[in-house]
């Protein structure tokens, strides 16, 4: 796991270009503090800041292969580079590593693009061929690693993380008011959107070529959930499970130091702790959050999963003021507005981790999104089949989507029954299943001066999917999660860039391909869909403790606007003061002082989820604003310990070597 | 303050809009973005104290509750067809 950047930029005069590429290096060096390097060629420049995970001796980078023709800037790891170094080998590819990133190299040597599908792994790639003069960026199917780009005409730059292009000459930030409607209509950027105008992200499954200053993105791999369903008996489809989850674990197991677990005490996390019990030689670590809030705090269970599967267990505890103090650190790293403050906490976990010696954690993301662990799926299956549902039936189902919500108890059901009623029709071409959690995101998107429609580019991606409009409406739910609250938030914010504030890679079991076509397989075919994940509750009800199997799944929350309002920190000044807020200009002062004047005088429990979600998206975008377009650094948070160690520079640059500069 | 007047202050204040430029008496609450389903419990808990009415399951799914004027008319409606609010006399002289 590392960081990558760089750029092609034929004007930007020669002699900065290292002072350049290592400025940008050093943006990002908390994702690779072990060592870092970078290639120089003429008008291109890339790096890499290195977390080494896998052969720490030589795996440095930039690499290149013995003709100096491919050079690779990699970030990620590749889980099946084993079974792929064997295929090279026998095809007569000599290696000069044990490294992944030779394999992955090599591969694309060997087979072109086309060597994409073949990887199972969290990835971002940058290739420079030196004698087409062509760049290639690359990016893993589930958009586990990120990659960032700004085509800029003249100059075209990239990084894992967009703050280290603050480092390069001119550029600048600017929000983009089309991109913000979107962010906080959906949640999360679109897969090629950032909150920035003129960056995008390479999308999930796709990769850039850029030849001659001019960039193709194609498709490598489309998210597939209508497989074919699974054929044999619900016994069949339980072991079928078993077995792909365990080859997915085992896989994730290999490292060259040690891997530990995020334990949240709900079923997937403890699946994932299980099997790396199973699978591990020495004892395994495992690591958690508890809240001082009782009402988030899930200590209880992750300490009982502890110590059934005999786990050296450890966590932190959270409180308000650590989420406040926090907040700006944890904003910084995420770069995209936030809903939620459940980041912060992620944040310091990582921290943690990383001060226990643990640079690798397994965690359960994806497990919700293939299993169909999400309330969202029942509610959808409820409203797609309401007229057909007897008044018992709606009844029944209705009162089980959200037992932890008061007001979706038995006291409150005629009032959801009409609401329900209302959203049993399609109003959003395409995003049936997401239209009452979009109205949220509506409410949000009034934060923003311009009025325009906050679903068109949303509408636009479903629309312009071939494929989507024949999915189920439960795949049609899966699909957009995938797309979009998956890598757009929980792999990133809360996910890989809170990780990587402290040099620690998350590897998520869930997200094999194997095990996603498996779920797909599975789902719904022994089930009505209203118990969650069912199959994957059967698949490990005999090894795991009642109550990972029993509790209902409790959606991982931190205390919100709250925090902000009882803390009182500096910051929220950002959104308290109209002055302040003036200063970012594509915000509704209006909307935003009447959001802000309520929070902050409304008692926290008559404050509803969506008020709560657009204030937090609020204060995170006037962080953001500070931090990116203003660029202040007393708004960035604590500044990373790592230092930017460099070890690897390669100039090959002609044109200086000409002028007798080649160093 | 008459009956639509103060169900329009309440929806005001509760949901941070303001009636009279985008957002007319006709326009679809829910569709909008205005109200949400803890928002609409809200909204029926003040219906009922506000104007002591009953409202009965099937009020609630009658589909009644999208807009401001659909609101009013329902309350005009349960109220027996007056101004409740303002002493039920339609005398105002």
Same mark, same amino acid.
């Given at each position: 796991?590392?960081?990558?950047?760089?750029?092609?930029?034929?004007?930007?005069?020669?002699?900065?270009?290292?002072?350049?590429?290592?400025?940008?290096?050093?943006?990002?060096?908390?994702?690779?503090?072990?060592?870092?390097?970078?290639?120089?060629?003429?008008?291109?420049?890339?790096?890499?800041?290195?977390?080494?995970?896998?052969?720490?001796?030589?795996?440095?980078?930039?690499?290149?292969?013995?003709?100096?023709?491919?050079?690779?800037?990699?970030?990620?790891?590749?889980?099946?580079?084993?079974?792929?170094?064997?295929?090279?080998?026998?095809?007569?590819?000599? !290696?000069?590593?044990?490294?992944?990133?030779?394999?992955?190299?090599? =591969?694309?040597?060997?087979?072109?693009?086309?060597?994409?599908?073949?990887?199972?792994?969290? +990835?971002?790639?940058?290739?420079?061929?030196?004698?087409?003069?062509?760049?290639?960026?690359?990016?893993?199917?589930?958009?586990?690693?990120? @990659?960032?780009?700004?085509?800029?005409?003249?100059?075209?730059?990239?990084? =894992?993380?967009?703050?280290?292009?603050?480092? +390069?000459?001119?550029?600048?930030?600017?929000?983009?008011?089309?991109?913000?409607?979107?962010?906080?209509?959906?949640?999360?950027?679109?897969?090629?959107?950032?909150?920035?105008?003129?960056?995008?992200?390479?999308?999930?499954?796709?990769?850039?070529?850029?030849?001659?200053?001019?960039?193709?993105?194609?498709?490598?791999?489309?998210?597939?959930?209508?497989?074919?369903?699974?054929?044999?008996?619900?016994?069949?489809?339980?072991?079928?499970?078993?077995?792909?989850?365990?080859?997915?674990?085992?896989?994730?197991?290999?490292?060259?130091?040690?891997?530990?677990?995020?334990?949240?005490?709900?079923?997937?996390?403890?699946?994932?702790?299980?099997?790396?019990?199973?699978?591990?030689?020495?004892?395994?670590?495992?690591?958690?959050?508890? !809240?001082?809030?009782?009402? +988030?705090?899930?200590?209880?269970?992750?300490?009982?999963?502890?110590?059934?599967?005999?786990?050296?267990?450890?966590?932190?505890?959270?409180? =308000?003021?650590?989420?406040?103090?926090?907040?700006?650190?944890?904003?910084?790293?995420?770069?995209?507005?936030?809903?939620?403050?459940?980041?912060?906490?992620?944040?310091?976990?990582?921290?943690?981790?990383?001060?226990?010696?643990?640079?690798?954690?397994?965690?359960?993301?994806?497990?919700?999104?293939?299993?169909?662990?999400?309330?969202?799926?029942?509610?959808?299956?409820?409203?797609?089949?309401?007229?057909?549902? =007897?008044?018992?039936?709606?009844?029944?189902?209705?009162?089980?989507?959200?037992?932890?919500?008061?007001?979706?108890?038995?006291?409150?059901?005629?009032?959801?029954?009409?609401?329900?009623?209302?959203?049993?029709?399609?109003?959003?071409?395409?995003?049936?299943?997401?239209?009452?959690?979009?109205?949220?995101?509506?409410? %949000?998107?009034? @934060?923003?001066?311009?009025? %325009?429609?906050?679903?068109?580019?949303?509408?636009? @991606?479903?629309?312009?999917?071939?494929?989507? %409009?024949?999915?189920?409406?439960?795949?049609?739910?899966?699909?957009?999660?995938?797309?979009?609250?998956?890598?757009?938030? &929980?792999?990133?914010?809360?996910?890989?860039?809170?990780?990587?504030?402290?040099?620690?890679?998350?590897?998520?079991?869930?997200?094999?391909?194997?095990?996603?076509?498996?779920?797909?397989?599975?789902?719904?075919?022994?089930?009505?869909?209203?118990?969650?994940?069912?199959?994957? /509750?059967?698949?490990?009800?005999?090894?795991?403790?009642?109550?990972?199997?029993?509790?209902?799944?409790?959606?991982?929350?931190?205390?919100?606007?709250?925090? +902000?309002?009882?803390?009182?920190?500096?910051? &929220?000044?950002?959104?308290?003061?109209?002055?302040?807020?003036?200063?970012?200009?594509?915000?509704?002062?209006?909307? %935003?002082?009447?959001?802000?004047?309520?929070?902050?005088?409304?008692?926290?429990?008559?404050?509803?989820? /969506?008020?709560?979600?657009?204030?937090?998206?609020?204060?995170?975008?006037?962080?953001?604003?500070?931090?990116?377009?203003?660029?202040?650094?007393?708004?960035?948070?604590?500044?990373?310990?790592?230092?930017?160690?460099?070890?690897?520079?390669?100039?090959?640059?002609?044109?200086?070597?000409?002028?007798?500069?080649?160093? | 303050?008459?009956?639509?007047?103060?169900?329009?202050?309440? *929806?005001?204040?509760?949901?941070?809009?303001?009636?009279?430029?985008?957002?007319?008496?006709?326009?679809?609450?829910?569709?909008?973005?205005? *109200?949400?389903?803890?928002?609409? *419990?809200?909204?029926?808990?003040?219906?009922?104290?506000?104007?002591?009415?009953? *409202?009965?399951?099937?009020?609630?799914?009658?589909?009644?509750?999208?807009?401001?004027?659909?609101?009013?008319?329902?309350?005009?409606?349960?109220?027996?067809?007056?101004?409740?609010?303002?002493?039920?006399?339609?005398?105002?002289?």
């Amino acid at each position: 796991m590392c960081g990558i950047a760089g750029f092609v930029s034929p004007g930007l005069d020669a002699g900065a270009v290292p002072e350049v590429m290592t400025a940008m290096l050093s943006r990002i060096r908390h994702r690779g503090p072990d060592e870092a390097g970078y290639y120089l060629d003429d008008g291109v420049a890339m790096g890499s800041v290195r977390l080494s995970i896998i052969d720490l001796s030589s795996g440095q980078q930039p690499m290149a292969d013995a003709t100096e023709r491919y050079w690779i800037a990699f970030n990620g790891e590749l889980y099946n580079h084993v079974e792929l170094r064997a295929e090279l080998q026998r095809l007569g590819r000599r !290696f000069r590593t044990h490294s992944d990133t030779e394999v992955v190299l090599q =591969s694309w040597i060997q087979w072109g693009p086309e060597c994409l599908t073949r990887f199972n792994g969290a +990835f971002a790639i940058a290739i420079r061929d030196a004698v087409s003069g062509e760049l290639h960026l690359a990016r893993d199917r589930f958009g586990k690693r990120p @990659l960032f780009y700004a085509d800029r005409g003249e100059d075209f730059l990239f990084a =894992s993380e967009m703050k280290a292009f603050q480092a +390069f000459p001119g550029f600048r930030f600017e929000l983009d008011p089309r991109e913000l409607a979107s962010v906080f209509a959906v949640w999360t950027p679109l897969p090629d959107g950032t909150p920035f105008a003129d960056i995008r992200q390479l999308p999930m499954g796709s990769f850039l070529t850029l030849r001659g200053g001019r960039s193709r993105i194609r498709t490598y791999d489309e998210l597939s959930l209508d497989v074919e369903p699974f054929t044999g008996s619900e016994a069949d489809a339980v072991a079928h499970v078993r077995e792909v989850l365990r080859e997915s674990v085992e896989m994730r197991l290999r490292s060259d130091v040690e891997v530990g677990v995020y334990l949240s005490g709900g079923l997937d996390s403890s699946i994932v702790t299980k099997l790396a019990t199973d699978l591990s030689r020495s004892e395994v670590r495992t690591f958690s959050v508890e !809240f001082e809030d009782k009402t +988030f705090d899930e200590s209880s269970s992750q300490q009982v999963v502890a110590a059934h599967l005999g786990t050296r267990h450890s966590s932190i505890a959270v409180s =308000s003021a650590d989420i406040a103090e926090n907040f700006l650190s944890a904003v910084y790293h995420a770069e995209v507005p936030a809903f939620r403050t459940a980041f912060v906490p992620m944040y310091l976990l990582s921290r943690r981790v990383r001060e226990a010696g643990i640079k690798t954690i397994l965690s359960g993301e994806g497990a919700d999104e293939a299993f169909l662990g999400y309330s969202l799926f029942r509610e959808t299956l409820l409203r797609a089949s309401w007229s057909e549902l =007897s008044d018992d039936e709606r009844r029944t189902k209705t009162g089980s989507l959200h037992p932890e919500l008061d007001h979706f108890g038995p006291a409150h059901w005629a009032h959801l029954a009409g609401l329900f009623q209302q959203f049993s029709v399609e109003q959003l071409p395409g995003l049936f299943s997401h239209e009452l959690r979009y109205q949220n995101g509506k409410f %949000a998107a009034r @934060l923003l001066k311009e009025r %325009a429609e906050p679903f068109a580019d949303m509408l636009g @991606l479903v629309r312009d999917t071939s494929g989507y %409009a024949g999915l189920t409406p439960t795949q049609k739910a899966q699909w957009i999660e995938y797309k979009t609250l998956l890598p757009g938030y &929980l792999l990133s914010t809360q996910g890989e860039r809170m990780g990587l504030a402290h040099g620690v890679e998350n590897r998520c079991p869930f997200l094999d391909p194997a095990v996603v076509r498996a779920a797909a397989s599975v789902n719904l075919r022994f089930d009505d869909g209203f118990v969650e994940k069912a199959i994957l /509750k059967n698949a490990f009800r005999d090894e795991l403790p009642e109550i990972s199997i029993t509790r209902p799944k409790q959606p991982y929350r931190a205390p919100g606007s709250a925090v +902000f309002k009882e803390q009182r920190p500096d910051y &929220l000044e950002l959104v308290l003061s109209d002055a302040e807020l003036e200063k970012v200009d594509c915000i509704d002062k209006n909307f %935003a002082r009447k959001l802000v004047g309520k929070i902050m005088k409304t008692p926290a429990a008559e404050i509803s989820t /969506k008020e709560d979600q657009a204030f937090i998206y609020l204060l995170s975008t006037a962080v953001l604003n500070r931090q990116f377009v203003m660029g202040e650094e007393n708004y960035m948070g604590a500044p990373s310990e790592a230092g930017l160690k460099l070890r690897t520079t390669a100039d090959r640059r002609q044109s200086l070597s000409s002028m007798g500069a080649n160093r | 303050m008459g009956r639509t007047e103060t169900i329009r202050q309440f *929806i005001e204040e509760q949901f941070l809009v303001e009636f009279g430029g985008e957002l007319t008496d006709e326009t679809d609450l829910f569709k909008e973005g205005v *109200i949400d389903s803890f928002g609409y *419990i809200q909204l029926l808990a003040f219906l009922r104290k506000e104007f002591s009415l009953e *409202i009965s399951d099937e009020d609630v799914l009658l589909d009644v509750f999208v807009s401001l004027a659909a609101i009013d008319a329902f309350v005009e409606k349960k109220s027996g067809g007056s101004d409740a609010l303002r002493g039920g006399s339609a005398c105002a002289e």
